[in-house]
């Protein structure tokens, strides 16, 4: 595509996301040929080195796939395992482990939302450039992402690759009076992460709704994370050992991401809008009523108000864990007791930004003889594709800077995580237009 | 009085999982104040804008493990006044390092349907392998506060005030009781050294060794302490060696050692997996 009819525009980085990746979009007359989401962040084989390894080493080391969502990999991993081993964990354990996951997801969402996200809206590179007129709302978010990382430090012993996860429960179970010491700065955060919704909610959304199809858990009586069925908007309902008969991966030569897609249907969505289009009547009762005052649509379809739904899932977050924390007036048994032998297991949870899914099958001495790690972006990537795919046409007139930073920021909704699946997104858009030879400048 | 123009700071991404670099934006209360006297120059994570170099301070974080990214080490560096290397992976390979021990093309056809499609180097290595780095600050994560400590201590133009003592040091300053001694937990502390706080033995389990190995780490002492008086088989010895820097020498060497004495359980686990 390089003839005198070819235009190439090229720019630089696709910034604020986590990972490394480009896109390239091909457009003719205005009508969108090709679009390729790749990812070029170095393949680090973590399904490889697993094997031969023991189960009991899996949270610690599937943590390392992502520093931004450690405790995701480490919960899906434990459940995974514990699902080989027939092993239940009690239920102040339980808790705790939701509470742990709450932080990822409050310090997660923030980032996301204040840092990567709501520059997008307000026209600023970066948040310390937003900081300058917005110092009210940066700090905001600076004190609300502290607060969730706050738990993960207490929970699981530091911020970035806990360390006190393991199969069967945890290595110690906090103090109450450790645990007692996050409530006030979480409750501060609370009211500040509910002004955090009514500010998103105020932003210019970009007219635009599609309706893929949603994925995510389902739990009989609470908002999805550690477990539950894995439910989607075209009626699939399956247990997670029935995942590989439902989705599948397919390895395409632009990326180095494997992309899912439900078998014989094709591309999904996992993470916010998913989790709360399915259970939006399961969420804690604050962020019901800002979902209920902001998002008035029965189904949310822009993709650009996943902002709000982080905000509000933030909100949800906070109160959840201020519920456990409240109840947590002594400390549990920090595990409960098991033998390793062979077996197979499955584990989906919900990370911030989608599904998560692992599998394991262990010989008899808890080996791993083999691993199976799906991240929720390379569910998500194909339908991030088709997001672009019907976006474009409509604004294919834009002047070259806009529609780029659209672009991005298309992709910045679903807040991909590629070093999970990998850093620079480096975008480049052909619009090959054969028939005057005008080209864009 | 004439403004002195601010440094210059770019922050580089290799093979890894994001984590060091995200420890930067973990500092909520020192963010803001750091961006007023650091230029933040080239952050790609944290920002679309995006100064050309020279740089005065470049932080890297990862691992090199393709064709490619072993020439963009090399830009980085011409670039780069002072370049410091963040975390494990930048340190000695992180734990993708592990395929140095394996075939490669092996590990992509266990995790890619196309392996013809993924291009790769045999080695995960760190970038003092490829170029010459100023300083290495360690962990897997690297800590946060030690991260603030060497910015600043640039900006001063001073050394960096970082211990290169064990893990133990750490412990024992922290008032916690010596698991391996009083619950017979092997627990690398005595080789690796300090930066996390002795976070593992305040939770009640050993050290896992993610800050690599301290200067001097006495690994042969340590192993025979774990075969000895622990009962340690030797698969579990060179799992702990080879995990988070099994490409560092000192842990490279002991988990070989290790090794040598397992080879029928291995080629047992081998077959297991076919």
Known sequence: MSDSKTKTIKVSYLARVEGEGALHVRMRKGKVEDVQLKIFEPPRFFEAFLRGRNALEAPDITARICGICPVAYQMSAVHAVEHALGVTVTEPLRDLRRLLYCGEWIESHTLHVYMLHAPDFLGFEDAMGMAKSHPKEVQMGLAIKKAGNSIVSVVGGREVHPINVKVGGFHRAPRPGEVRTLLEPLQRALAMAVDTVRWVAGFSFPDFDREPEFVALRHPTEYPMCDGRVVSSEGIDIDAVQFDDQFAEIHVPYTNALHSVVKGRGSYLTGPLARFNLNRSLLATTARSLADEFLLEIIVKSPFKSIIIRSIEIVHALEEAIRIIEKYRESPAPSVPFTLHAGAGAAVTEAPRGLLYHRYRLSEDGTILDAKIIPPTSQNQKSIEDDLRDLLPSRAALPKGELTHLCEQAIRNHDPCISCATHFLRLEIHDVEPSDGTVMP | ?274
């Open chain 2, 1 to 274: 009085m004439r403004r002195e123009r601010l440094k210059k700071m770019a922050v580089w991404k290799f093979a890894s999982c994001d984590g060091c670099q995200l420890s930067l934006l973990d500092c909520e209360d020192e963010l803001l104040t750091l961006a007023g006297k650091i230029k933040i120059a080239h952050f790609i994570e944290a920002s679309r804008a995006v100064m050309r170099g020279p740089y005065d301070l470049s932080l890297v974080e990862g691992s090199i493990t393709t064709p490619d990214d072993a020439e963009r080490i090399k830009e980085v560096r011409r670039e780069s006044r002072t370049l410091i290397t963040i975390g494990a992976c930048a340190t000695s390979g992180g734990i993708q390092a592990l395929r140095n021990f394996a075939d490669v093309r092996e590990f992509t056809s266990i995790v890619y349907a196309r392996p013809e499609y993924i291009h790769t180097l045999a080695q995960s290595t760190g970038i003092a392998d490829h170029v010459k780095v100023d300083f290495e600050l360690r962990g897997c994560p690297i800590n946060k506060r030690q991260l603030l400590e060497v910015i600043l201590a640039f900006l001063k133009g001073r050394r960096p005030n970082i211990a290169s003592e064990s893990v133990c040091v750490e412990c024992k300053a922290r008032g916690n009781i010596c698991i391996a001694v009083a619950k017979g937990v092997a627990c690398m502390g005595p080789v690796t050294q300090a930066g996390c706080g002795a976070i593992c033995p305040a939770y009640d389990r050993g050290c896992y060794g993610c800050f690599g190995p301290k200067e001097h780490a006495n690994v042969n002492s340590l192993r025979a302490d774990w075969s000895e008086q622990k009962g340690l088989s030797p698969l579990a010895m060179e799992r702990l060696f080879h995990t988070f820097h099994a490409w560092a020498e000192p842990f490279r060497q002991a988990g070989l050692a290790a090794k040598q004495d397992l080879t029928p359980e291995i080629q047992r686990i081998e077959a297991e997996c076919e």
